[in-house]
């Protein structure tokens, strides 16, 4: 059995302009979260650590930021606990990607040869992790707004993959539903999951809990671990995942 705590949308960093003086105590609220969140993968002994996108608010972050984010996926690594992560729509991987800036995995900590913790890219869209037997697939594009459904890259993922006993992707992205999420920048239906072949698809985007069933194929949003504006009462999720 491999089991996995799944985030995402944890927008460290934001702004909060709206907030005035207390902008500051929310940014360390949502900092908080994600420590509490790391907390909860050591105590549980989960094997796999999942970040569905929009870990970071915006591309530009101070490197204390990033450092602070660097310290805690290396309590993970040292516990042997392995971190998966992609960007998202508000960390998007472009030319101004903070994942561009900052070397993620170095500041945690870890080799070149090491798979303690792994930024999925558009170079490198999966990571076969051995001592687990899965694959991760987390399709990214460079841009904000997506040019096709990333699931339409997965095919072609899994045929260079090495064979593994699951897979599991990552996604930041908007199911489709039509007449309120078509003009999101990412979106994917549930036909695309159910042909994915996947076994568990972590999402991200929503900022709410949700989950549901592709033709027996579970896909979830761990929505945000704390929530990221005032009206977001059924944030302050993450989920523990077996398989």
Do not use: C
């Not at 960390?91 to 080799?111: C, F, I, P, T």
Request: charged share 25%.
């Amino acid at each position: 059995m491999l089991r996995l705590l799944h985030t995402a949308d944890v927008h460290l960093g934001a702004r909060h302009a709206d907030l005035g003086d207390a902008a500051a105590a929310q940014r360390e609220r949502q900092f908080a979260a994600f420590r509490a969140t790391v907390d909860l993968a050591l105590a549980e002994r989960v094997d796999l650590f999942l970040v569905a996108g929009d870990l970071f608010d915006s591309n530009v972050q101070p490197r204390r930021s990033v450092e602070r984010v660097a310290a805690e996926l290396a309590r993970l690594a040292e516990a042997r606990i392995r971190s998966v992560l992609i960007p998202g729509t508000h960390d998007v991987y472009d030319r101004s990607s903070v994942y561009r800036a900052y070397d993620l995995a170095a500041m945690a900590g870890q080799r070149p040869d090491d798979d303690g913790v792994t930024v999925l890219t558009p170079d490198h869209p999966w990571v076969h992790l051995a001592a687990l037997d899965l694959v991760v697939h987390g399709p990214v594009f460079a841009t904000k707004r997506a040019p096709r459904s990333p699931l339409h890259e997965l095919a072609a993922h899994v045929a260079q993959t090495p064979p593994a006993t699951l897979r599991v992707g990552l996604l930041h992205a908007s199911l489709a539903i039509e007449g309120r999420t078509d003009h999101d920048e990412v979106v994917v239906t549930t036909d695309e999951i159910a042909a994915s072949g996947l076994d568990y698809l972590a999402l991200g985007h929503w900022h709410s809990a949700q989950q549901g069933k592709a033709k027996g194929m579970t896909y979830a949003y761990a929505g945000a671990p704390e929530p990221v504006a005032v009206d977001q009462d059924r944030a302050g999720k993450v989920l523990l995942v077996a398989l």
